[in-house]
C-alpha cells in the first residue's frame, strides 16, 4: 500500500483515528491512504475478528532490551492459506509467513494501531473469548498511555463483556 516516511499520527481521518502514539521511525499509512478503510464491510471484519478469537492472539511480548513487542498473529493450516491471502489483501497490511504444514498471518504493532483497532472501534466490534477481549484491552491500554517499556505494563484488571454470540450481530 502507499506509505510515506516520518513520525506523523494520522488521527485526522474521520473514524478512523491512529490509536496512541507511533513509536516507530517505519512507514505510515499517509492520511489520504486511510480512505480505503471505508471500503472494508463490517461483514468481512466480523469474519476477520471471528478467526483472531478461534484461531489468533494478540501478543505483547518483552523484547531482549526490554521493550514490548506487539503483534496480531493469526495460524492455519497451509490448506486454508487462502483465506490469510484474502484477508491480507482486503486490509492491505501485515505478512505472511510459510512453516512445514502451517501458515501465519501477522500484523505489526504501527498497523494494529493505524488499521485494525480503528476499524474495530469504527464498526463497533469486538472480540467474544475472554481471552481475546483480556488481550486487546491491555494492548489498548499499551497504545493509549504509549508504554514502550514492558517493565512498566501494570497488572491490569481486564473487565470481559458479558454477552452472546447473537449480540454481536
Do not use: W
Request: hydrophobic letters at 40%.
Amino acid at each position: 500500500y502507499p506509505v510515506r516516511k516520518g513520525m506523523k499520527n494520522n488521527s485526522n481521518i474521520k473514524g478512523f483515528p491512529t490509536i496512541g502514539k507511533i513509536n516507530t521511525k517505519g512507514k505510515l499509512l499517509a492520511s489520504k491512504d486511510k480512505i480505503y478503510l471505508n471500503n472494508i464491510s463490517s461483514a468481512f471484519l466480523a469474519m476477520f475478528v471471528g478467526f483472531v478469537d478461534g484461531d489468533g492472539y494478540i501478543k505483547n511480548t518483552k523484547t531482549t532490551t526490554g521493550y514490548i513487542s506487539t503483534e496480531l498473529v493469526i495460524s492455519l493450516n497451509f490448506r486454508d492459506r487462502q483465506i490469510l491471502e484474502y484477508m491480507k489483501n482486503t486490509l492491505l497490511i501485515g505478512r505472511i509467513y510459510v512453516y512445514k504444514r502451517t501458515i501465519k498471518y501477522i500484523i505489526s504493532r504501527v498497523d494494529l494501531q493505524e488499521v485494525v483497532f480503528p476499524l474495530l472501534r469504527h464498526h463497533n466490534m469486538f472480540f467474544l473469548t475472554n481471552t481475546r477481549q483480556a488481550q486487546y484491552q491491555k494492548t489498548l491500554y499499551i497504545f493509549n498511555n504509549n508504554i514502550v517499556k514492558f517493565s512498566d505494563i501494570p497488572e491490569l484488571e481486564v473487565e470481559v463483556l458479558n454477552i452472546e454470540p447473537q449480540d454481536y450481530v
